[in-house]
């Protein structure tokens, strides 16, 4: 009769061990870049709808206001004019029974600067910077001045709207998304402008 001899098995090497932490490291790396994609796609998604609702928000704002202040707001295309949206909600302590609505530096009573504190407190997501500007493409080539032949080429627009000639005054209107611990308050840094830039749309406001 034959002694049969069993052998038992060795631990994994050492080898092994390296090769399984290594398909571990790069599948979890794998796992991390596709979760921040996907992030990223959403938060773009999410940023891309917010914008079309502001750039309506604007568009009402400018027909609210009247032509001369609207052109003295985008009359000089190195100072633009800068608004500021944000949602909040309408009954903060009630959270069950409260909405978020659309609020902005344009209401009335509403100082001309980004949300308070308060506001932020009862505020749910990023704040939205709109900055408006002449759309000076959209002059090229025409006349523009009363008493005057001379055709646009570019820079600021006639000193008093009188003088102005067009029907229609061509506006850019660039959406920032803004960090609610880092608002930028003005026309912003061509850096900051660069990494928080949104969406960018051309509009008119009518005489």
Avoid: C
Avoid at 48 to 68: C, G, H, R, W, Y
Avoid at 120 to 137: H, K, P
Avoid at 142 to 147: F, N, P, S, V, Y
């Amino acid at each position: 009769m034959k002694n049969i001899i069993s052998k038992k098995r060795k631990g994994f090497t050492l080898v092994e061990v390296m090769l399984a932490v290594g398909v571990i490291a790069v599948s979890i790396t794998a796992m991390i870049g596709l979760l921040a994609s996907i992030t990223a796609s959403l938060n773009i998604s999410r940023h891309q709808n917010k914008a079309m609702t502001l750039i309506s928000n604007v568009e009402t704002t400018l027909q609210m206001q009247s032509f001369d202040k609207v052109y003295s707001w985008v009359q000089n295309p190195a100072t633009p004019y800068v608004m500021f949206f944000w949602d909040e909600y309408q009954n903060p302590d009630d959270p069950d029974n409260s909405s978020l609505a659309t609020m902005s530096s344009e209401l009335i009573g509403t100082p001309k600067e980004p949300p308070s504190g308060r506001n932020l407190a009862n505020s749910e997501g990023d704040i939205y910077r709109v900055v408006i500007s002449l759309y000076q493409g959209g002059l090229k080539g025409q006349r523009i001045e009363a008493d005057s032949t001379m055709t646009y080429a570019g820079g600021s627009l006639p000193g008093a709207p009188e003088l102005y000639v067009l029907s229609y005054i061509p506006i850019k209107v660039d959406i920032y998304a803004e960090p609610r611990n880092d608002i930028t308050r003005d026309e912003g840094s061509k850096e900051i402008n660069e990494q928080r830039l949104i969406y960018s749309d051309n509009i008119m406001k009518l005489r």
